[in-house]
């Protein structure tokens, strides 16, 4: 009788200890999930160039879900189950399974509530996105721009600005009470509805496929640029440009069967803060030559030629309009939302022009198109390998949101779908969806081989998608869906983007072109 005495105290003791960890352990999570707390990732920063639909799943480094639900089962149901009201905060994906989805899980009849993001959160987005590693092509901009390439990224820092604030002006229309709601949710949405009714769909096709292509072009830029880095940090050994890509797209090659990014986004702000101080480590170098700075090397007159290369690099590096319906809509206070593009574009705009101005100081006339080639030997193998792992821990996002577009208007719309679903009724892929995925990896080498020049890529790229999402594509939107209630002085800058933009988007894809042509004969014919 003792012994099952003692039993039954000793199930109720652990049955509440049980119950008073679990709901402390809610708790705590809860608070930490109304906090907003998380994780700012490089994803973020090129994931901002990416879809709309990936903006959560696939563009926070940790995934936070606030789940309500009256039972959770297992051993700690019963007394110890009951945790109502309580929130589950999901550091690294695991626990209780959403919905049904492609990866094949169960359903569960829980209550998802995405966590809102504060301004500074929304704000370190934005930086991560247009301060990521394309900035060290700048330089190279100012060698052919001279002060007015100085002027373009104060000029563009102001547009991209503006551009921002109008496109989301067309999330919203006045109701009946003059009071403005929120009606539309992505760029495709705000494409879709300027060209409506005759065209309902056109507008987001045009958009889908701008998203398309800036996401290949930055895979491509990301292989281009590790074969480069690699090349010039060991030039001693008999390995050529174009087979350091191939090395390179080697180990890009899992990419193929990514079904989430939660394996990448745990090394993403790492990268994202090695390269912050490798750009630190560039300036202060830079800055210890400071007696040697050729002054007189900075121009007052443009290479007609190369300039519009300029332009355009200039302009992709400021890309972010494609993320920032997304990003708006899931702040806790959208008023903030313009205060917030302000002092992120103002930052970077100083920080873009200090280190493109420094760079090119230091190494004038020599200023190369990825600046760190011009670092000495010993420094530049260093820096270079860990803009390396960047790259190539950062070529998972582009590439897999562009496979999600693809997917999704290829293989998954519907009725509408012009070949089967990619995925299995168990969630594995198939074999034509594998063989999409790599073919796109393919490509990005081949493209990576033949054309192995950085800044063509990256000015083609700014001029053709960066300019037209970023410039032209807003501008018209703000002017069909707005027109009556804008003043005279907003037409005016519209249609002055509309056809700034149009004039340097034309020129600068043009002579990118001609480079990139020229090379790729030169390539051939090798």
């Known amino acids: 009788m003792a012994t099952l005495i003692r039993g039954k105290l000793s199930n109720k003791l652990t049955n509440a200890a049980t119950a008073v960890s679990n709901k402390s352990q809610a708790k705590v999570s809860g608070m930490f999930a109304r906090m907003g707390f998380q994780a700012a990732t490089d994803e973020e920063a090129l994931g901002f160039a990416a879809c709309d639909d990936l903006d959560y799943d696939h563009r926070q480094g940790m995934q936070m879900d606030i789940l309500t639900s009256d039972e959770i089962g297992g051993e700690g149901s019963g007394e110890g189950g009951d945790l109502d009201g309580d929130s589950h905060y999901q550091r690294d994906g695991t626990g209780p399974p959403h919905s049904a989805s492609k990866d094949g899980g169960p359903t569960n009849e829980l209550t998802e509530v995405r966590p809102k993001i504060t301004a500074w959160e929304a704000g370190w987005n ?3 996105a247009i301060q990521g590693m394309f900035v060290l092509g700048l330089p190279y901009a ?59 769909s056109l507008g987001g096709h045009v958009v889908n496929v701008a998203q398309i292509i800036e996401l290949v072009m930055t895979c491509i830029l990301y292989v281009v640029v590790s074969g480069n880095l690699m090349y010039n940090s060991f030039p001693n050994m008999p390995i050529s440009q174009k087979s350091w890509a191939i090395i390179a797209t080697a180990a890009l090659l899992p990419c193929a069967f990514l079904k989430n990014l939660k394996a990448v986004s745990k090394f993403s702000l790492l990268c994202t803060l090695a ?19 050729a002054w007189d090397k900075v121009k007052f007159y443009i290479d007609v030629k190369k300039f519009p290369i300029s332009i355009g690099i200039i302009v992709f590096s400021y890309t972010s309009q494609i993320f920032l319906p997304s990003l708006e809509g899931n702040m806790q206070k ?4 313009h205060c917030m593009m302000k002092w992120t574009h103002i930052a970077a705009c100083i920080l873009k022009g200090l280190f493109a101005l420094v760079a090119y100081l230091t190494w004038a ?24 792992a960047k790259a190539l821990l950062s070529y998972p996002l582009p590439f897999f949101a562009a496979v999600e577009v693809l997917e999704k208007t290829f293989f998954q719309d519907g009725g509408r779908a012009y070949f089967p679903d990619c995925y299995g009724g168990d969630g594995r892929l198939k074999s034509w969806g594998l063989t999409l995925r790599c073919s796109l990896v393919v490509f990005t080498l081949l493209m990576a081989i033949y054309v192995p020049h950085f800044a063509l890529l990256m000015g083609l ?35 002055s983007i509309f056809v700034i933009g149009g004039i340097c988007s034309i020129s600068g894809f043009i002579h990118s ?3 990139l042509i020229e090379a790729f004969k030169y390539n051939i014919e090798d």
């Open 126 to 128: 934005v930086t991560n």
């Open 365 to 388: 006339d020599e200023t190369k198109e990825v600046i760190t080639d011009n670092l000495p030997p010993g420094i530049r193998a260093v820096v270079n390998l860990f803009l390396v």
């Open 334 to 337: 959208p008023s903030e939302f």
């Open 275 to 293: 390269h912050f101080v490798i750009n630190v480590l560039v300036i202060a170098y830079c800055l210890s030559r400071a007696r040697d700075w």
């Open 461 to 495: 790229t700014g001029s053709l998608t960066g300019a037209g999402l970023c410039f032209l594509l807003p501008s018209i939107f703000h002017l069909k869906l707005l027109w009556r209630k804008l003043q005279w002085h907003q037409v005016f800058f519209d249609v």
């Open 142 to 200: 100012i060698l052919h721009g001279g002060y007015l390439g100085l002027f373009l990224i104060i000029f563009a820092a102001v547009v991209c600005c503006y551009t921002g604030k109008i496109l989301i002006a067309c999330l919203y229309e006045e109701d009946e009470d003059g009071q403005l709601v929120r009606v539309r949710d992505s760029y495709v949405d705000i494409a879709n509805a300027c060209c409506a009714p005759r065209f309902p």
């Open 513 to 515: 072109m001609e480079g």
